[in-house]
């Protein structure tokens, strides 16, 4: 695995300041209790009680929450990580690819990925995820590797993250979360901000049962051995309680002002509609090269980044086809495998941008091991989307995008792998022009002829063929201006009255 530098202005040891978990915003760690588990490996049905008393509490884990709000601002802040994956199905390649990508993923929350470990299984351990066998091995990885945590490449249920991190000592988090946490250092707009904590909060939700029942076992446990027992409501439960009616209501201010966000970005793109530009979505896997695409297409300066997600926002720009037609294209989030379904929810009105297109230009990283793996990752989450929007997905355009670092012998494979797909580097622009007239050629064409007589009062109309039909011929006469030209048919409704005038 891939090693990145330690990040060590973020790298902070467990903290050992005494901090009682109740008090602290996200369960600050306990070090010195570690320090103890560390020293011993408890293994008798005797120690596991200590075992459990001692879990250690990790910060950005703990649910609770000192102030809802800071759930927008709420990062992981991991730091040494061991990531573990289960393979069920395909080959050891497939496991490891996935396996690779979780490691890109953590790189990309700022974590230094220490080791990974996948494990064949015909299905994940319903109670620890890995196998018992597998969830010792990981310990002993853990502490040699000095890790303070584990990632899991799946999204596991809450009873097996507790149940893991019981084992392990050490924070457990899966790949949703992680997900979920570079979403929320990237977002920027209040739009994506609220999608991010929105997603964030859902996940957090039925997680908070079992954290609340191991936080009460714990207070039970200072409170000098009178642990809550079944049925006994500690006070970490009488917190739960209250943290989950603030989420609650949390939860549907957020839905309320996404929907206030979304009716705006509706309009806007209504306006789009109805001035009948046509719309291109630059779709694809996260880090294709979508935004470099954008701006090779375009000139923009949108941000580029070797980044997993470094756009969350949709940037549209005006553009002009080789023949004069103007159209927009936006450049949108990218996909990647188990997109967690919490983030397909939140970013609905987002990836509306890419279901309301005209046309879809999808692009994939050619440099990839498997680039049509990543394609029919795409094509899932849009039909799910399409399906959600009762809209069916849009005509989509392949491109195969960073062909600079293709070699040659390689080029005649991915052809076969992706038929029809059109070839590019935004980087050395290669590809680029072909590109720009497959797009012109694919988008919907002005389809009604009209011949009017438009008088100069109505200039507006007069640009309007201009800039948005096929002008056949023009001509300046006493009464107005002669058009004969291809519309679309709303502006065909327009110049309707001037019709047959002359
Ligand atoms: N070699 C090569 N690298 C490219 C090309 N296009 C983009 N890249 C690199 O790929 C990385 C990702 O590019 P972006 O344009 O940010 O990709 P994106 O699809 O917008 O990524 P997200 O917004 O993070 O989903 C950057 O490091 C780019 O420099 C290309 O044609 N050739
Ligand atoms: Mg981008």
Redesign the pocket.
């Known amino acids: 695995m891939k090693k990145s530098a330690i990040r060590s202005a973020d790298f902070h040891p467990a903290e050992s300041n005494g901090a009682v978990p109740h008090d602290s915003a996200f369960g600050q760690a306990e070090a010195d209790v570690y320090e103890a588990i560390l020293a011993e490996e408890p293994s008798t049905g005797e120690m596991e009680l200590a075992d459990r008393n001692s879990l250690r509490r990790v910060s950005g884990l703990s649910t609770e929450l000192a102030d809802i709000t800071e759930v927008e601002y709420r990062r992981l802040r991991l730091e040494r990580v061991v990531l573990v994956g289960v393979w069920t199905e395909g080959d050891a390649q497939h496991a490891e690819d996935s396996l690779a990508e979780l490691g890109r993923l953590a790189e990309t929350a700022g974590s230094e990925v220490l080791e990974g470990l996948v494990q064949r299984r015909d299905r994940p351990d319903p109670s620890t995820y890995v196998g018992s066998g597998k969830v010792r091995e990981l310990r002993e990885v853990v502490v040699a590797t000095g890790a303070d945590t584990v990632i899991c490449d799946g999204e596991l249920s809450p009873g097996q993250l507790r149940q893991l991190e019981d084992k392990l000592k050490v924070k457990v988090i899966d790949r949703t979360a992680l997900i979920l946490d570079i979403f929320a250092q990237h977002a920027s707009s209040k739009e994506g901000k609220a999608q991010v904590e929105l997603a964030q909060l859902q996940y957090l939700l039925p997680r908070l049962r079992g954290w609340g029942e191991a936080m009460s076992r714990q207070a039970g446990g200072r409170a000098g051995g009178a642990s809550g027992g079944v049925g006994t409501r500690g006070p970490g439960e009488t917190k739960l309680e209250t943290d989950r009616r603030r989420i609650h209501k949390r939860i549907s201010k957020l839905r309320k002002e996404i929907a206030a966000m979304r009716t705006v970005r509706g309009t806007k793109r209504g306006r789009r509609e109805a001035n009948a530009v046509p719309g291109v979505a630059i779709a694809?896997y996260?880090?294709?090269?979508?935004?470099?695409?954008l701006n090779a297409l375009t000139g923009a300066g949108v941000?580029?980044?070797?980044?997993?997600?470094?756009?969350l926002d949709p940037t549209t720009r005006r553009a002009d086809t080789p023949d004069g037609r103007p159209h927009t294209l936006t450049?949108t989030?990218?996909f990647v495998r188990h997109l967690p379904h919490q983030l397909v929810e939140a970013f609905r009105s987002t990836l509306e941008e890419v279901t309301g297109a005209d046309l879809l230009v999808h692009?994939v990283d050619g440099?990839e091991q498997a680039p049509h793996e990543q394609v029919a990752a795409v094509r899932e989450v849009l039909t799910e989307i399409a399906e959600d929007h009762g809209a069916p997905v849009p005509p989509e355009l392949l491109v195969v995008?960073?062909?600079?670092?293709v070699a040659p012998t390689r080029m005649a494979e991915l052809r076969r792998l992706l038929p029809g797909a059109v070839f590019?580097?935004?980087?050395?622009g290669e590809g680029v022009e072909a590109l720009r007239e497959i797009i012109a050629d694919r988008l919907p064409r002005p389809e009604v002829f009209v011949d009017a007589l438009v008088p100069y009062t109505r200039g507006e109309l007069v640009a309007r063929v201009h800039s948005e039909g096929e002008l056949v011929d023009e001509e300046h006469t006493a009464e107005g201006t002669r058009l004969r030209a291809k519309v679309r048919s709303d502006l065909a409704s327009a110049l309707k009255p001037f019709v047959g005038a002359g």
């Not at 996260?286 to 695409?293: F, R």
């Not at 995008?401 to 670092?405: L, T």
């Open positions: 694809g996260t880090n294709a090269g979508k935004s470099s695409l941000l580029v980044e070797d980044a997993l997600f470094a756009t450049d989030v990218g692009v440099a995008n960073k062909i600079d670092s590019v580097s935004a980087h050395s």
